[in-house]
């Protein structure tokens, strides 16, 4: 396998009203924790514990809500929330 991030649900529920900008800089961040996940789990479909906890980052003064699951090799998105509107 190999190491990949998607939206969960799907990419249209956890983005809905997103700006632009603010998607690009999630993708961004997506992909960083992806090399950061290979690097921690280096074979991660023989992971034996119990998986990560849901954990949280900072985004362009926004908010992305993700969690790791080693043994399919991959990096979950279930939420963004954008910066508040000027």
């Known amino acids: 396998m190999t190491w990949s991030w998607e939206y969960l649900p799907s990419e249209q ?10 998607l690009a800089a ?22 034996q514990g ?6 949280y980052l900072d985004v362009v003064g926004g908010l992305l809500a993700y969690y790791v699951v080693p043994r399919l090799e991959l990096v979950v998105v279930c939420q963004v929330t954008p910066p508040p509107a000027p």
């Open 13 to 22: 529920h956890v983005t809905a009203g997103a700006p632009a900008d603010f």
């Open 26 to 47: 999630v993708e961004q961040r997506a992909a960083e924790l992806v090399r950061a996940a290979e690097v921690l789990f280096l074979d991660g479909t023989s992971y």
């Open 50 to 55: 119990s998986g990560e906890p849901m954990r």
